[in-house]
Each structure stands twice: as C-alpha cells, then as structure tokens.
C-alpha cells in the first residue's frame, strides 16, 4: 500500500529550495562536461566526442526551461520573501548562464571538428589551462551557491583575470601562424574563436559568482571586476614588417 | 500642497506592470543605440563614437540590475499569479538578453577603433545590412513584448536565418581577405569578430522573441529554430591551392 501520510505527500519548503539547488547542480555538472569535453575533443582531435558535445547541448537548454517552470511553480504556490526571493532569481538567471555556457562548448566542439582535419598548429597547452581554469571557475562558482558561500564565489569573481591574459597569449599566437602561411589560416581562425568562447565562458562563471553573491549578501559586487581582456585592442605585425 | 489622496500614493498593480514594460522599452531602446552606434563607428571610422558606445555600456549594466530590484519588489509585494508571473519573469530574462547585447556592441565598438587605424578592406556593406537587420529583430522583439503580441515574436524568430546567411559569406570574405595578403589579418580578424558579434546580438533578440511568445500564451516555441549559421564548420582554402 502507498504510504500517504501528509509528510509524504505535502513536501516542505525546505525541500523545494533543496531540488531546486540540485537542478542547479546537475545543471551546472553538465555545463562543466561539455567545457571539458569540447577541450577534450580539440587537444585529442577526436570528432565523435566533439559530436557528443553538439548533440548533449538540448539537455541544457530543456533543463533551463525545467528551472524556470520550478521557479515558476515555487513563485506562485510559496510567495517567498527577502533572501529566498533572492536565491529563487538567481537560480534563474544562472541557469540562463548556464545554458549560453553550452552554447559556446557546442560552438567550440564544432569548431574543433573542423581544426581535427587540418595540419597541426604548435601546441593546446594555451588552450589545455584555459579549459581547466574555466572548468574550475565554474564548478566553484555553482558549488558557492549551494553552500551559500559568498567568499568562495568572490574568489572567482577575482580569478578570472589569469583566464583573459592567456586568451590574449592565445590570441596574438594564432594571429603570427596566420601571418606566417596562409594554409594555417582556416585553423588559426577556428582556434581564435574557440579560444574567445572559452574566455565568454570565463565571463559567465564570473557572472554566476556575481550573482551568488547578490544572492547570499544581498549586496551587490559593485567594484569593477579586473578585467583584463585586451585583445579587442590588439594589433599584430606581419613578421619582418 | 501635496496631492496625498490615496489613488496617487498607492500606485496600481497594473501601473507596475506597464512601469516594468517602460524600463525594458528604455532599455532595448539604448542597446538598439548601442548596437547601432556600433555599427556607424565601424563604417564611419568614427573612434569618438565608437568610445561613447564603450562608455554608455555601464548603464546597460545599472538598468539590469534595476530591472531585477523592480521585479523582486514587484514578487514580494503584488505575489503576482500565472500570466503576470511569467510577463515578470520574462522581463528579468530580456533584461540579462539585453546586458549581453550591450556587452558584444561595446566589443565591436574597441575592435572598430582598431579597425579604423588598418588600411580599408573591401566595402562594409555585409556589416551594415546585418546591423540593420539586427536593430530591426531587437526592435521587433521589444515591441512584441510591450505589445503582448506573440505573432510578431514569431516573425523575429523565423526572421534569424538571413542574419546568419550574411554572416556566413562575411566570414568567407575575410578569410580570403587574410589569405591575400598578411597585412589584412588583423583588421580582417577584428571585423570577423565584429560579424560574430552581430550574428550573436541576432540570437540574443530571437531568444528574447521565444520569451516573448512564452510570456503571452504561456507556451513554448517548441519548433527547433531554423539556424542557418554553418560557419562554425567553414574551411576556406589559400587561392591557387
């Protein structure tokens, strides 16, 4: 026989903003894969896996519309106030992250697909630490918000600007092949967008780590974040000239 | 002395909604600005534009964050049900489309100023008609929502496909464009930013249409979206090979 003892039936609040938090984390679990995943599939050129990563991408964007119904759903029947009105939103908003994160490791594992059938182009390690330091940025900012630790999510906020001085290494590096012979142009090209999707990446990690903040504190991180992305001002040289 | 009757102190429920629309109309119409103003700086070679573009951005950022203060009082107060809860929660939604959009404009705007000290390459007709198109679907899109009307939401949505065809054959020409002759690299790397950054700032007014749509009859745009943006899978060889 179902037991259907009110505790079992009626779930509590408590219960509601815990499985919210976990979407949120799976959510985010899957976000960091395909980061992961579409760097895997660039550094080892393996197209199947890249292929993985595009198809794996609608469960992103169903699992953002599933927050949104739950958030919806927990608007409507708890009427939360003050900081569970705050985290509510938040949890919103970065599934919205979230699922433009997938956007960016689809657009990448598509891109590596095509690098995998041209020459080689120097080395990934550029593109290797890149991967890692975003992968972790985001799992420490999606752990911050289910520990509700807004120190650990200032730490990210801090830690993005390493992220943006390897981009532009990245970004000057694939300009000079470029300069060097026109056959590596297609790759370079390829490369440099991957290289800013990862660095976007980045900047929706640090966006998240925002919004832990503001959800925790209730303040605003309003500083200007150190941002040291240069490369939109970046002029390279043919060599020789 | 003050006018205190209660009718002009208790503001209306539904002159909060139509106050919520007023902020995200002022909004989009200034990230229509920005992506506008973008756009003529690149084409004018207008570097004093280009740094007010870079400037005003800030108040994207501030409006934002507005919005979400106004929704959050909005939730905590009205406890506003169905229809409504899902018009607040789209607003919030449009709101981080339309940071994001700000965002890629003040990108185009420092990588026009870059541009604007290269020697020319060919003409920016690709670049102002996709600008156009852009301004018209971010456009289209607001007035859908203010409108409530989700069949001109639709119209956006299904008005993405020839965004992209213009990107595609931009990204074409300024592979060949490098190809040519190394010196064009890093004006035609910057421009291809640019065009990825308009192709972007498209899917950001066609999600803000599936918002729409959403918010007005409370039904997803299910259809998987004609996406016709193949460059990330463009190989472009060196001419003689």
């Known amino acids: 026989m179902p037991n259907t003892s009110p505790q079992h039936i009626v779930r509590s609040y408590d219960d509601d903003l ?13 976000a960091e894969r395909q980061v992961a995943d579409s760097a895997q599939a660039l550094m080892r050129r393996d197209t199947e896996l890249a292929a993985d990563v595009v198809q794996r991408d609608a469960a992103l964007d169903e699992m953002e519309r599933e927050v949104e119904a739950f958030c919806v759903r927990l608007l409507a029947l708890r009427q939360p106030m003050a900081q569970d ?11 919205q992250d979230l699922e433009r994160i997938g956007d960016y490791a689809r657009n990448g594992a598509k891109r ?6 041209q020459p080689s182009l120097g080395s990934f390690n550029g593109f290797a630490r890149m991967a890692e330091m975003v ?5 420490d900012a999606i752990d911050a918000l289910v520990e509700g630790d807004a120190a650990k999510a200032d730490a990210v906020w801090a830690a993005d600007a390493p992220i943006d001085g390897i981009y532009n290494g990245i970004f000057r590096e694939m300009l000079t092949f470029m300069m060097e012979d026109p056959r590596n142009i297609t790759s370079a090209t ?35 974040r150190p941002k040291a992305d240069v490369s939109a001002s970046a002029v390279v040289r043919p060599p020789g000239e």
């Open 135 to 139: 992968q972790e940025n985001l799992k």
């Open 85 to 95: 009105l705050r985290l509510i939103i938040a949890c919103m908003k970065i599934s």
């Open 112 to 117: 590596a697909i095509v690098v995998s059938q």
């Open 18 to 30: 815990k499985r919210l938090l976990e979407m949120i984390s799976r959510m985010g679990g899957l």
């Open 190 to 224: 390829h490369l440099l967008f991957i290289a800013k999707n990862m660095e976007r990446i980045g900047d929706h990690a640090t966006n998240i780590a925002e919004r832990v903040h503001f959800a925790v504190l209730g303040k605003m991180l309003t500083e200007e």
